[in-house]
């Protein structure tokens, strides 16, 4: 762990009188893509790990002993939270044997946790399905959300590395403008979208932000794979009506493809974070395809 060695660099520079030397880089674990695009935009020159591509569902994935390395030598753990993670991070976090980075500790960050959530207060009982009565945790498709989330990493990134907390706190400022910029197009080019269906409700940051409406979901409760009188219910409803069906990756394509035949639809399948590598401009490019695919319906 790097942070270690940076506090004792400083120590000794202090004792013997002279200017501290640039940090060392950090270690950091980011759960996902789009955590990983915020660390890569925020500190640059971290040594950064990603656990899971965005072909991967993070409600579902299993503690694996590459993991458990990559935590037990990490200073700070990047997390979307809001119990999206939290059928393995806690366990891979426990058997890393790295006390630092648990819950409650500087070196863990929940990007849920900077931000205003939506669908905040619904039930805890999981015979209704893959619930998080926190609040829906996919706040990493709403860009605004991600520029303030980015401003918290850096707050947070400076507190492990003092010495490079001007240029952290510099990043994330430029990402913040890097989205301002970008928003009136996304506005214009979703001014007059007329709906979206999604599979399960992980894009409805997005379309808040922007006012799309949301048409309906073809899980008919979270987690749960529709039947096929969920389908013909579904259809019914939407009938007459246009829109764009989305789906992820690691979604059965099975149920939205009749859904689109049945309606006339385009359908549209798109990863909720952006590649393995990507950093600020990899999200605003990821966030561009989204506009696309739901601009398409107009």
Not at 71 to 89: F, I, K, P, Q
Not at 243 to 250: E, L, M
Request: proline share 9%.
């Amino acid at each position: 762990m790097k942070r270690r060695s940076i506090l004792l660099a400083a120590l000794l520079a202090t004792t013997l009188g002279v200017a501290p030397a640039l940090a060392l880089a950090l270690d950091v674990v980011a759960t996902c893509p789009s955590m990983g695009a915020l660390v890569r935009t925020v500190a640059p020159n971290a040594n950064l790990t990603v656990l899971a591509g965005p072909d991967r569902d993070l409600h579902s994935l299993q503690a694996k002993p590459s993991m458990i390395r990559a935590l037990r030598g990490a200073d700070l753990v990047v997390a979307v939270g809001a119990e999206l993670e939290v059928g393995w991070l806690p366990a891979a976090s426990t058997s890393a044997a790295n006390p630092a980075i648990l819950p409650g500790r500087v070196g863990y960050f929940e990007a849920a946790a900077q931000v205003p959530l939506l669908d905040v207060g619904g039930s805890a009982s999981r015979a209704l399905g893959d619930v998080h009565p926190a609040g829906n945790p996919h706040v990493d498709l709403d860009p605004v959300r991600m520029a303030q989330v980015a401003e918290a990493l850096a707050a947070r990134l400076g507190q492990l590395d003092a010495a490079g907390a001007s240029r952290y706190r510099a990043n994330a400022r430029r990402f913040a403008k890097a989205v301002d910029r970008r928003l009136p197009d996304w506005q214009a080019r979703l001014a007059s979208a007329p709906g979206v269906v999604l599979y399960h409700r992980d894009a409805v940051y997005l379309l808040d932000r922007f006012g799309v409406p949301l048409l309906g979901t073809i899980e008919p409760v979270p987690g749960v794979p529709p039947s096929g009188r969920d389908l013909r219910k579904l259809t019914g409803e939407l009938r007459g009506l246009q829109g764009v069906i989305v789906h992820a990756p690691y979604q059965s394509p099975k149920a939205p493809r009749k859904l689109a035949r049945d309606l006339g639809w385009p359908v549209r399948v798109l990863p909720m974070s952006p590649p393995l590598g990507a950093d600020g401009n990899g999200y605003l490019s990821h966030i561009d395809a989204w506009v696309d695919a739901i601009a398409v319906a107009n």
